[in-house]
Nanobody, 126 residues
Framework: QVQLVESGGGSVQAGGSLRLSCAAS????????MGWFRQAPGKEREGVAA????????YYADSVKGRFTVSRDNANNTLYLQMNSLKPEDTAMYYC???????????????????WGQGTQVTVSS
């Protein structure tokens, strides 16, 4: 079993930056794919970014490419999401998730992830 705790959310003006963190604990967390997902009120959950077990391959939604960077520090069991050039449409609750393995073509499909954190709110104002 895996436990995930997100942090780093907050309020920022458009064009600003935030860095989200996800602290993982439990069995075999170092072996898991990990991803960031977000959901705004009245909107469907959206896969934002994901990273494979060793941080060698990353995946991004088209809407965040060039602005967001996902990384992981396996030694400290921590996942990060660096968010730059934030836009109001990035406003959402951001969730960290993990799974032992997912197909590369579906790395941003939240239905494949088993473990989820409680989320951290990101609000971007105009």
């Amino acid at each position: 079993q895996v436990q995930l705790v997100e942090s780093g959310g907050g309020s920022v003006q458009a064009g600003g930056s935030l860095r989200l963190s996800c602290a993982a604990s439990g069995s075999t967390v170092y072996s898991n794919y990990m991803g960031w997902f977000r959901q705004a009120p009245g909107k469907e959950r959206e896969g934002v970014a994901a990273i494979d077990t060793f941080g060698r391959t990353t995946y991004y939604a088209d809407s965040v490419k060039g602005r967001f960077t996902v990384s992981r520090d396996n030694a400290n069991n921590t996942l990060y999401l660096q968010m730059n050039s934030l836009k109001p449409e990035d406003t959402a609750m951001y969730y960290c998730a993990s799974q032992s393995w997912v197909p590369s073509a579906r790395a941003l499909d939240g239905t494949l992830y088993k473990y989820w954190g409680q989320g951290t709110q990101v609000t971007v104002s105009s």
